[in-house]
């Protein structure tokens, strides 16, 4: 068997208001790599784990999201809001860290919003976040125009991206050529 391009170390949060259930979570990274694998190559998921976080804010960002021992690839599922440079907002954020000399994606962390009880939020929302986010962080940079593709910027019609989604072509085909090209860029910087 082939070595993974990626190995990507997951972790939902558990405990309190913002728990994420289990089922959820593998079925949300277990998405997320059959809807990405197929552009960038085997993506492999070898733990899955809960993770109490050390703060009650209702917001957090990458930085709230520190494992030590951690891999160099990492994703948090978590039911509270993302706070981004502007604004709190459902979704997700992404932090990567590039080789200085390869400008290649070395590290990224990853955090998503799944929904607290109440919310208007749906797993097909935490799914398109997920998938979107983890293009980004294989160096798809540009958001997307086209309204079916995960990489638009703020989906005004989800259901047109799950359509893609079932479909198993979640990314226009500008989109998959730019993840195409970044993951070979990944591969060959490891031979």
């Not at 080789?99 to 998503?112: C, D, E, F, Y």
Request: hydrophobic share 35%.
């Amino acid at each position: 068997m082939s070595k993974p391009v990626r190995e990507l170390d997951a972790y939902y949060e558990v405990g309190g208001p913002y728990n994420v259930k289990p089922n959820e979570a593998r079925y949300l990274y277990g998405a997320t790599v059959d809807l990405v694998a197929p552009y960038v190559g085997q993506i492999s998921v070898p733990r899955l784990r809960g993770l109490r976080l050390r703060t009650s804010a209702p917001a957090i960002n990458t930085s709230t999201f520190n494992v030590p021992g951690a891999g160099e690839h990492n994703m948090l599922l978590t039911g509270r809001r993302i706070q981004g440079r502007k604004r709190v907002h459902p979704g997700g954020i992404n932090e990567t860290t590039q080789g200085r000399v390869t400008q290649l994606i070395k590290k990224s962390k990853i955090v998503v919003h799944t929904g607290t009880p109440g919310e208007n939020w749906q797993l097909s929302d935490s799914l398109i976040s997920t998938v979107h986010e983890t293009a980004h962080t294989f160096g798809v940079i540009d958001h997307c125009e086209v309204p079916s593709c995960a990489m638009t910027k703020d989906a005004a019609d989800y259901e047109m991206i799950i359509g893609s989604i079932a479909a198993g072509k979640p990314f226009c085909d500008d989109c998959a050529g730019d993840l195409e090209i970044a993951a070979y860029r990944e591969m060959a910087a490891k031979l």
